[in-house]
């Protein structure tokens, strides 16, 4: 059994995968002040709650864009199950065919997604990985990663409307009770959650036009599920992309340990 662990700015995505079974999927907010047996603890409790026993672990892999955390969860990784984790970087055996201006720093959570949504789904792709950025990975035909965008993600957005004005409240991203909002709430909902998902149909009509077919459009991340429903464009919501991505990746390279 695979134990995935994905690192982002906001939340931390813990998976366990048997096979091409996902045993478990878990959410849990990035804490860059926790040391290593905190982490330990909160694996040692999830493995207790999903009936897994840190013996049936075979192997680990990590992948974060939060770099004071890559160690930390080594470390309690190791701690917990007796094995070392491997760290995803771009060094590793990707497969994946990449024509951006400099390879070396496109991140590593858009390399793992693309890998796994390549594994899965037809080409053309459009990726939209909705976390604290919202991401867009765009892969052509050929399988070829042309490049993407990256812009504020939804809370960072909403959280900033907030801060920088004097009469706008901080909101919950709940679904608006209406297109047209009637007082400030519901205002700042719609627009939020209605001006996100058309946003992303924009996007996805000007990016076909741009690869001259039409792409199967993934939508991944902790907040996206909330805005796909409304969003007129076809989309399949995969959020295990990441924790498919890093099994992928540890097949790969498991040898290099």
């Known amino acids: 059994m695979l134990l995935a662990i994905d690192v982002g700015n ?9 096979g091409e079974e996902i045993n478990f999927s878990a959410r849990f907010a990035t804490d860059k002040d926790k040391t290593e ?3 330990a603890l909160m694996l040692m409790s999830l493995f207790q709650i999903h009936n897994i026993s840190p013996e049936a672990i075979d192997g680990s892999i990590i992948s974060s864009v939060v770099p004071e955390l890559k160690k930390v969860l080594q470390l309690a990784v190791k701690m917990v199950t007796g094995k070392t984790a491997l760290i995803a970087t771009l060094d590793l055996d990707t497969g994946l065919k990449v024509a951006v201006d400099a390879p070396n720093t496109l991140g590593t959570d858009l390399v793992v997604d693309a890998v796994a949504a390549i594994a899965k789904y037809p080409k053309p792709i459009v990726i939209f990985d909705m976390g604290t950025a919202t991401t867009v990975s765009v892969i052509d035909e050929e399988g070829v ?9 939804l809370r960072l957005s909403v959280d900033a409307l907030s801060t920088r004005t004097s009469q706008l409240p901080r909101i919950s991203l709940d679904e608006p009770e209406q297109l047209i909002g009637t007082n400030t709430i ?8 209605y001006g996100t998902a058309a946003m992303l149909d924009g996007l996805v009509d ?11 459009v993934i939508a991944t ?17 995969d959020k295990d992309l990441m924790i498919l991505g890093l099994q992928i990746l540890y097949d790969k390279n498991k040898d290099r340990q």
């Open 221 to 237: 991340g902790g907040l996206i599920g909330d805005i796909v429903p409304h969003c007129r464009r076809k989309m399949i919501y």
């Open 10 to 18: 906001t939340n931390i995505v813990i998976g366990c995968v048997d």
């Open 145 to 153: 990663y042309r490049g993407g965008m990256i812009m504020p993600g």
């Open 206 to 216: 000007r990016l076909e036009e741009e690869l001259g077919k039409t792409p199967t």
């Open 37 to 39: 047996d905190e982490y």
């Open 186 to 193: 519901n205002c700042m909902k719609a627009g939020a959650v």
